[in-house]
């Protein structure tokens, strides 16, 4: 029998199914994960099976949805929690980094927040402002939780159980272009991707490609366009900022010496900044050219009209990694 | 103490006549350019919509079944001193109080160069995408405009669903104590997206919320232009006298989706819906108007089709408009840049062959 | 629809006698606990004060002057299966309810090990700093308790000056939604820091916010133990009884200083501060007692002299605890850390030399 | 005669002073920043020869407190916002990176957003929890804010004067460690730090320390250690991190070679990682050494009687920097 081949979105449906199913402690709320089963119908189907008493549509408040999933935590349940995209996390920012993240540290042990955020982001598919704000990098200077940027359907399964079942905070970022973009094997059932394990998404000689969520996709087409020039990329896949799988990281930038970080998040303290920093430092002797980052500019995410002058594009990843293998 | 909420606010009933004892708030002239402006923002959210399907017009909120909220409250206001700050679904709101309608469409079909913006002199602050953040930024507007002594008040737009932010919490409290010129006006269209005002608020009323903060509220039904028109014209008078805030619950319904993404028919309630369609606000005021002899069918056709093609008009400028400059995203970010933006731009420019 | 705010709950006068008609609510032998429980947070507070000027105790927020209001509300709680969710001055609130005071003292004094946090089985949480951050966690708590069809009630605690923020508002309205088993208890001490209670809101009464979210609101004399406890055991009832939540405002007076880092004497009034000092929660009870004649000089000596030894007792307890361990800050951060936490403090304990 | 000397507190204090006379648009709003004078002090005396209603104690409030701010900046008033603490700037993110930081933007340049904010932070003074969060970097990922840092009595005054200035929104984050260290020569009267302008605050041929607010002087104690060992370490204080002065660093790093970065900060995604980043890239040839960081650890600030063991010490830049000068 032919395996199920599904997309992200079917890939995180079918995940919290079977997670609802399992374990009765589990229950999603957020915005309109109910009864629209949520605006890109992530949640779709779920409140009919689980009642609205496990799949709740909250007022519209970002930071109660938060603050609340910590208490429903302390008090036994499992809560997964949406918000509705990820730069709303703006509007719960006290609630995460600050609550979330230091609460079994503040309770000295006594309490944890087994908490998963799921939100979608990224830009690409022409929404209107701080729907698109990638800002992943602001939750890796809150201690406490992990950041989570799956760029696949299959990750997207295996890591969103992860998520749930991880007794610490995780914030899971989905990459929205990607929800519908493609078709993958899916198993149904039960697999996990463990945290902290980074991937070799394309073997490759002459640079190293580092990338996660949407932005792996763009560099898998960018390695296809260099492959035609005969310059052979490698691709990271990081899959997770927190924990950051540094180990994986130097030995694919190390093989080739010579590296170019991609990323949607404008330039100036992005995760980018992160990978880079640990490699001038754990990698420094391998290093045969200087890094490069192609990232979003400095400005705000521009009008939809924009944004593909905004986002990083296969051509300016092409022109970095022809760069900096040629350095 | 005794905090009494206002009964909710009626004059003009669903079928066109005049609460017994109720005198209409407007005059018959200021009336048919109420009903006016109602026709245009109908007309004009149909024909977007049909604009928005053809991949012509970004994504969009039409105000549907609230043109007598948007419309009756945007008139308490007077555009020369008095400012008003939107969430996202009062576009001839805006209108009428000086933002072109051509340069607000232009911007709709990806036109964002600065000559759509909001040109000087109009005294309306940037549409909100994120819910509530402009309540306390209309507190503070009105907070400067009082105490730099001018005579202008600030009409604040809220939704039912942003209406559970704690912005709105923040702003309303803060604006009873610095007793501001503000009206906070909620259009209460019984939805957020997809989430029933049942799920948003225990509350029975919005309107209760502003004794907590110690200025009146006070609940009218949105659909009868008058009664919004009279609440609005009320809470306005007010804020000049330096009384402060007035919190006002619009209560009405949105007759289409949450925007052109969205698809009620998941979750609507098709009574409900089908109550509010016999309240509708435009044939409501054309009852009224035919049952004084000022309104007949002929003359109701004209307008419409004055209406309908003033809209054609406005289309047909704002496509127009020149399109975008590429490296115009880089602008207006800073007044004074750092040279690393200024890197990157020049960066842009070389890679995209536009300067 | 008429809201009613609750006139001001009042029953035992400053002067120690009973309002005309007023029925104690507590009766003597645990009115007589109450002493005990408030003399034990006066004089905590009086001692710790004196060893944090030695620099042997942190900052400390003391409760004096809001001891009726901290140790009435909790007394309505049943420590077997109630919740309680602090903010930070409602000390022997969560003494009470089963956090021993010689861990709490402990932590004051630096040692932050894991023998001083809140041992499994007592329900409390910890102490919030982030003021009001605390309310949609317990609104969430008390969500779960019944979701998963606990017997139990959730007490929140915030003050005055922590219900300005946003997260107030936004607790208050999901748990009316929810109609969570919680009581929001609001000790208004007239102060948040140095801002006074006018310039914190323009609401006449603080208890009249529960209206906007749909339950309902009291608001007691906070000096007044049998008042503070009638409210407090009422809103319990209802919310055990399904009937949803509360919001109690306790009107009280904060007669220390802020915390040990301020100086009330820069912003304080002298007469709002007498009138509260003769409105003091023990005397009125102490009075109350004599009159009744349960108490005499002597038995107040006696009771004063147990406590007084008892909060000896505890600081000598809480000083001999081991002291910290300086990689125990790597603790509890995550359960299943990243590997670049591990090797920290790795780092760490190879150049500390503690392992 | 003598130029009078200040310390931190009445740099900013007399900065704000000079500015509310030369300026009547110019108003204070925040936390007790009113009868009290601030928390530490920094606006006493201001309510009293400027009155309630331009020195403004605010309800306890942030997210208002800076959306307030916009909108009075709107208006025509040109508001400095106090947060009583740093890490009580996530109460109000909402308003400051997506609001206050694209609202020229989000205008298309019809509206600015003169608006200061000014927050306290740091560690070292045995402050409550939330109290010492040095999230500084945090605000670097939202294009449109400038995030300064002044590590002195004479750059807090002028840099304060700058920021109140300037047509773009400032983030001015203060060193509470630093408040009232020492005294240095404050000249009454206007002068302007410009942003963007790194200094080399200690010259220093064998490693350069990169530096911002109380790390510098943290760094200045470490290098007079590091000389008594033969060691020379020049110093950067980079003073704003938006704008960066690439220029001045890249200089200064290649004179070495060598470079360690100290900030208070933990480790994963602080501004360090920027630094390093930018270096990586742009300095690459000049350097010998693996760039290090001294920062705090990645997990939460510690209790009090814990800090000293959480925050970067003259030690570990010692260590680091003789590490880095040896390889
Ligand atoms: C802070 C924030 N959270 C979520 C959203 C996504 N969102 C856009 S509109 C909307 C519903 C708004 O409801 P309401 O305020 O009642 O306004 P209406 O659309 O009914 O006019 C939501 C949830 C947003 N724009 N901002
Ligand atoms: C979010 C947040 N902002 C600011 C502070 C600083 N702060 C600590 S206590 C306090 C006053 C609190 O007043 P209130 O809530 O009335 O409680 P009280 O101290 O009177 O018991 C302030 C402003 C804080 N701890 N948290
Ligand atoms: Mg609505
Ligand atoms: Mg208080």
Known sequence: ?327 | MAIMAETRLMTLQPDGKLLKGARPSMDEEFLLDALRWMLLSRLYDEKVIGLQRQGRFGVYSPGLGQEASIVGSSMALDPERDWIVPQYRELMAIVRHGYPLEKITATYMGKTTEATRIPEGVNVLPTQVALAAQLPQAVGLAWGLKLQGKDAVVMAYIGDGGSSEGDFHEALNLAGVQKVPIVFFMQNNQWAISTPRSLQSATPSFSLRAAGYGFPGVEVDGNDIFAVYQAAVEAVRRARAGDGPTLIESVTYRMGFHNTTDNPSRYEDKEQRADFERRDPIDRVVRYLRSLGLLDEQREDNLRAEVSAEVDRVIEAAAAEPGVRPDGMFDNVYERPPARVLKQREQFRGSNGNA
Chains 1, 4 share one sequence.
């Not at chain 1, 598919?125 to 698109?132: A, L, V």
């Not at chain 1, 990607?178 to 149904?188: A, Q, T």
């Not at chain 1, 492959?227 to 799988?245: C, F």
């Not at chain 1, 009209?305 to 970095?320: F, G, K, N, Q």
Request: include cysteine.
């Open chain 1, 1 to 327: 029998m032919a395996m199920p081949e599904r997309n992200v979105v079917e890939a995180i449906n079918n995940a919290l199914t079977e997670e609802m199913e399992r374990d009765p402690r589990v229950m999603l709320l957020g915005l309109d994960v109910g009864r629209l089963g949520g605006v890109f119908r992530t949640t779709s189907g779920l409140i009919e099976k689980y009642g609205a008493s496990r799949v709740v549509d909250t007022p519209l408040a970002e930071a109660s949805i938060i603050g609340a999933s910590l208490g429903l935590a302390v008090s036994g349940m499992v809560p997964v929690a949406e918000i509705q995209f990820l730069g709303f996390t703006a509007q719960a920012f006290h609630q995460i980094g600050p609550q979330l993240g230091k609460y079994r540290h503040r309770s000295r042990g006594r309490y944890h927040a087994q908490v998963t955020i799921r939100a979608p982001f990224g830009g690409g598919i022409r929404s209107p402002e701080f729907h698109s704000d990638a800002v992943e990098a602001q939750f890796v200077q809150s201690p406490g939780i992990k950041v989570v940027m799956p760029s696949n359907p299959y990750d997207a399964k295996g890591m969103l159980l992860e998520a749930i079942r991880d007794p610490d905070p995780v914030l899971f970022c989905e990459p929205d272009r990607l929800y519908r973009l493609y078709r993958m094997e899916v198993p149904d059932g039960d697999y996990t991707v463990p945290f902290g394990k980074a991937v070799v998404a394309r073997e490759g000689k002459d640079v190293t490609l580092v990338a996660w969520s949407a932005a792996v996709e763009l560099c898998q087409r960018a390695a296809a366009k260099l492959a035609e020039e005969d310059i052979e990329a490698s691709i990271v896949d990081l899959r997770t900022l927190v924990p950051l799988d540094v180990e994986t990281l130097v030995n694919a930038v190390a093989a080739t010496g010579r590296c170019v970080i991609v990323h949607e998040a404008p330039l100036s303290a992005g995760f980018g900044a992160e990978v880079a920093a640990t490699l001038a430092e754990e990698a420094f002797y391998d290093l045969d050219a200087p890094i490069a980052r192609v990232a979003s500019w400095d400005i705000p995410f521009p009008p939809a009209s924009m944004e593909h002058w905004y986002l990083p594009s296969v051509d300016r990843v092409v022109e970095a990694a022809k760069r900096t293998a040629a350095a």
